[in-house]
């Protein structure tokens, strides 16, 4: 049943943190939570005068400059989530100046500066693999920790990993897979854990994502977009930043939230549910999307069939080994 988001500004007195702010879906949704009302601190590594390995102009004071602009409260903070004291520090601070923490969104990406062209197993290049876990996948870990530990004593809060696709395949380099494969399923994991602190923790994939960069990569602007769609038609079904930004403030605005826990959800299926719009008025679907695959190579093609085909074989066996494990547990 479709539930309707409270008008005005539902997180008011709320604070929030997203990690990886910078640009892109970070960015959308630090504006989005700075939009309904919540204190919003952005943090990651690109501050001015010292880019992250991404190399890109944007940065977290410009991501809290907008939010302020709109009339939001916002702080940036520039903090390596790698680095266990930094992020530890970063929500004492926060606790010692708000007295409260309430959604705590990782956004943090990390590992594709490291990555040579996606391709096979056996066509990986591994030199930069142990960066790449601790950037992606490490940093992730070190966050959802100090988010947990700083929201139990008030036993509420929300704790988002934002990851791409909602399946579990998805191929590209193996190392980049099996970080965001752990982004989906490790908070199925920690959602049961902090389910008795009434902690809810979730995976989101955002649509096909109207990026900086990928406006970049298709020679057009937010402007423009539009016409990026002679290139490849799938891209008139994108949708901005903000658009998953809105979800995860409708997922923080609802009473009900811990019944969505450890779940990994799209952008469209929580749009549909709060009945969110992009901030064109647009309701983007790209689960509804008949997708156009005329654009890829018909290796890669079968590549996806095979894999679908193996995932459903897969966690339909799964399935039935857990519902035998559940009936052996004692009521």
């Known amino acids: 049943?479709?539930?309707?988001?409270?008008?005005?500004?539902?997180?008011?007195g709320r604070v929030a943190v997203?990690?990886?702010?910078t640009h892109?879906?970070?960015r959308g949704i630090a504006r989005a939570l700075g939009d309904a009302g919540a204190t919003v601190y952005c943090t990651g590594r690109s501050v001015k005068g010292k880019p992250s390995p991404y190399g890109r102009p944007e940065t977290i004071e410009e991501t809290a400059a907008m939010i302020k602009a709109a009339g939001g409260t916002a702080f940036a903070l520039r903090v390596d989530h790698t680095n266990e004291r930094d992020v530890k520090a970063l929500f004492r601070r926060i606790l010692r100046a708000q007295k409260r923490l309430d959604v705590v969104v990782d956004s943090v990406a990390g590992e594709d500066p490291l990555l040579k062209p996606h391709g096979f197993l056996w066509q990986a290049d591994l030199r930069n693999a142990d960066a790449m876990f601790r950037q992606g996948l490490t940093s992730r870990i070190i966050?959802?920790?100090h988010a947990a530990l700083a929201m139990m004593p008030a036993k509420r809060g929300l704790i988002v990993e934002v990851t791409e696709n909602d399946i579990i395949g998805g191929g590209a380099n193996p190392i980049a897979h099996t970080v965001k494969t752990a982004q989906k399923l490790l908070p199925l994991q920690w959602a049961t854990e902090l389910s008795?602190?009434?902690?809810?923790v979730l995976a989101i994939t955002p649509g096909f994502l109207r990026s900086e960069s990928m406006l970049e990569h298709f020679g057009v602007t937010e402007d423009t977009w539009r016409e990026a769609g002679r290139k490849d038609s799938n891209f008139l079904q994108s949708e901005s930043p903000l658009f998953v930004g809105r979800?995860?403030?409708?997922?923080?605005?609802?009473?009900k939230v811990l019944d969505r826990t450890g779940m990994l959800f799209g952008s469209w299926e929580l749009?549909?549910?709060?009945?969110?719009?992009?901030?064109?008025?647009r309701r983007p679907d790209w689960g509804r999307h008949s997708i156009d695959f005329s654009v890829l190579p018909p290796a890669l093609i079968d590549l996806f069939r095979t894999g679908t085909?193996?995932?459903?074989?897969?966690?339909t066996t799964l399935a039935a080994r857990t519902r035998k494990f559940k009936a052996k547990i004692p009521s």
Request: a positive charge; aromatic letters at 6%; proline letters at 4%.
């Open 196 to 200: 008795a602190h009434g902690i809810s």
């Open 24 to 26: 892109g879906a970070g």
């Open 247 to 255: 979800a995860i403030a409708a997922l923080a605005a609802d009473p």
């Open 143 to 145: 966050t959802a920790k």
């Open 271 to 281: 749009g549909r549910d709060y009945r969110l719009s992009d901030y064109d008025g």
């Open 1 to 12: 049943m479709a539930r309707r988001t409270s008008s005005g500004k539902p997180l008011n």
């Open 18 to 21: 997203v990690a990886g702010a």
């Open 309 to 315: 085909d193996l995932e459903i074989k897969w966690l």
